[in-house]
């Protein structure tokens, strides 16, 4: 197999959990976003466009959508003959073959499939995140370091620094200290979860992590502080673009909704680095004489015919006559039946949300989140902040009666 | 399926549709927001299970080439077989024009040899359908016949000049369908029965047919060789009805009315009961501002609207500014219409820009403005 300087690998195996039923059925890197994409390809599209041509998907939890939604890899002009994505399930190994344990764990697990290609570097991805990224920037400006990794950083809000990776930095910007998820945070430089590592150094430390019963084989928690302790050169690498974690229903909302702005907060029109995803194959979408729409994403295969104001609809939902949707995201084939209102809210994939249903509430209200596959009776209603799974419809209209 | 494959015929620029047809053949023409009018008959196809497709393309195939590249989208990428482009070419016997049908499958007589599929389906690109050909292929195989023809019932007339009324072949049936006689370009028609431009025949045969006939001098297939072969009683030709949607694209008006018969949900059902591919371009959805207007419109990923949309088919990447006013037109890719502009009852082709006044067409004389165009 040919060399290649620079592979990345994508961490895709985690459930997400905090998306609740969302990700019930899902891993979390296939969760629809924007209209027309998932979340995973924003890294692949972003691996493509940076001239990355092997990426190792490494998967765990609910995987058979995010298989069949990579496929080949050739939305993302990943079909390649020496290179393209590889789906990597944990598998068994002679007589031993067991669980991802954790992030490095997972790349341990690995260590042959990166070894084909003799990479110098690895680039570490996650699939959580909205965002675009020149990864070849990154990588160049780590080369000419001469680090042995490189972590990119934003400034994140202080209130949430408990959920990410908190360093400090020097003048320079050498890593001086690395905390996962602090209660109380030093300072407010956030690791975005894209590291470049010289594989040689990496692999290193994954052998002496793995020997370490005691360690939770987790990237935040052991290898970067265990290489920051041993003085090797950590550099931090500030990205100050659109950026955005999706891991909660509510930032997964807001995210949606910051397409929608005039101009957008994250501008997905840039031709020079088109963000790729697996077409519908549907027609352009219709908008019928009863309709009225206002501040809306609305892609392929749509029909609406009620009122869709600030929303984003997916390919092929149908919002019936008198339906009114409002602050919400309804994600593919999902239909909004007459005169059903759903306001700030997130209609999971191929739902029903039945005749004069109301879903949700305006003003600041929690967002409700009705799972994918559900069939809302008519007339049900939803609260802010509730989330609904199939079960739970059917359980209801069973007591109604 | 396996044992069918599919022979497309673009037709060449049109004087019918001069101003849409100038850069691109008949089959490249972008219709319904994404789609250009290879894609039905190829979707059909594929849709069928053929895995071998050879499209026969005239002198100015560079966008249609563009649209398919290696056919990727319609799965006919594969190793065995897939998607051959047969453009004219010189050699000693070849002028580089195609002289008719007849004279594109001589030139490619030996891809048609070296194909190992036992039957053939020849079609043109006026036709627009949508369908799965497994019932017709079955119908042929019982019947024993030596060629099946489609044919509809719904031919619509939409103000046809004489030269395209000169092409149109209507089929004289028994109650079993099976075609007693050709009825080549009449004014006014005898039977209902409209030919499709759809023959389905064995390979050998083709092959075989072709030489003969060209050397007794005919040109077309189905208006020459099969009537002449029918009453000479050298074959037994039989009909297929297709009785889903239908549209003849061979005029700027049929052009037009095309588009806009897709604003009803009944037709767009219809017509997109089997999926229809085409050449992806990963455009973002569209996009309505606050304050824009739609109704009654079909409008592609990529279209930025901050005006006013009614009664239109917008393709992907146009943009109507605010104040804007689109109604009853069609307007193809990246098409810009900027701030107070009205149009109504046109066609803009790819690319066009409209920056100031009204354009005001008739519902039954669309204005047509050409590709690059600034108004």
Known sequence: MLKKSCIA??????QGSRLGLLTKTLAKPAVPFGGKYRIIDFPLSNCSNSGIDVVGVLTQYQPLELNRYIGSGQPWDLDLTNGGVFVLPPYVKGKSGEWYRGTANAIYQNISFIEQYDPDYV???SGDHIYKMDYNKMLQTHIDNKAAATI?????????????????????????????????????RASMGVYVFNWQV????????????????????NIIPKMIADKQKLMAYDFEDYWKDVGTIYSLWEANMDLLMDPPLFNLYDKRWRIYARNPIQPPHFIGSSAQVSACMVTEGCEVYGAVSHSVLFAGVKVEEGAVVVDSVVMPGSVIKKNAVVRRSIVGERAVVGENCDVGEGGQSEIALIASDTVLPAGFKVRPGAQVGPEDAVAKEASDK | ???????????KDDINMRELTSSRAVSALPVIGRYRIIDFQLSSLVNSGVRNVGVIMQKNYHSLMDHLGAGKEWDLHTRNDGLFILPPFQTRENVGTYDGTLDALKSNIAYLRRSNQDLVLLMGSYSVFNTNFEDMVKK????????????????????????MLARHTYLKLDDRENVLDFEIGPNIPENPNFCMDVILMRRSMLVHLV?????????????????QYLKQKLLT??????????????????????????????????????????????????KYVEGARASNSLVADGCIIEGTVENSVLFRGVRVRAGAVVRNSVVMQESEIQEGVEVENVILDKAVTIRSGKLIGQKAYPIVIGKNMTL
């Open chain 2, 1 to 11: 399926m396996k044992d069918v494959m599919g022979i497309i015929y673009t037709s």
């Open chain 2, 211 to 227: 030489d003969q006939a060209l050397a007794h001098g005919m040109k077309d297939v189905l208006r020459d060789m099969l009537p």
């Open chain 2, 140 to 163: 042929h195989k019982e019947s024993g016949a030596d060629v099946t023809l489609m044919y509809t019932t719904r031919y619509r007339d939409s103000r046809v000049s004489p030269s």
């Open chain 1, 123 to 125: 680039l570490i991805l």
């Open chain 2, 237 to 286: 030709v039989r009909g297929y009805e297709y009785k889903g949607y239908h549209r003849r694209v061979e005029s700027v008006l049929s052009y037009f009315e095309f588009n806009m018969d897709m604003l009803h949900y009944d037709i767009r059902q219809e017509l997109f009961a089997n999926p229809v591919y085409t050449k992806v371009r990963d455009e973002v959805p569209a």
């Open chain 1, 9 to 14: 690998m994508l961490l895709a195996g985690g």
């Open chain 1, 152 to 188: 990119a950083v934003r400034l994140v809000p202080w209130e949430i620094t408990h959920q990410f990776g908190i360093m400090a930095t020097d003048k320079a910007g050498r890593i001086t200290e690395f905390e996962e998820k602090p209660a109380k945070a030093k300072s407010n």
């Open chain 1, 202 to 221: 990496l692999k290193q430390y994954l052998m002496e992590d793995e020997a370490d019963k005691k360690s939770s084989n987790d990237f935040g928690k």
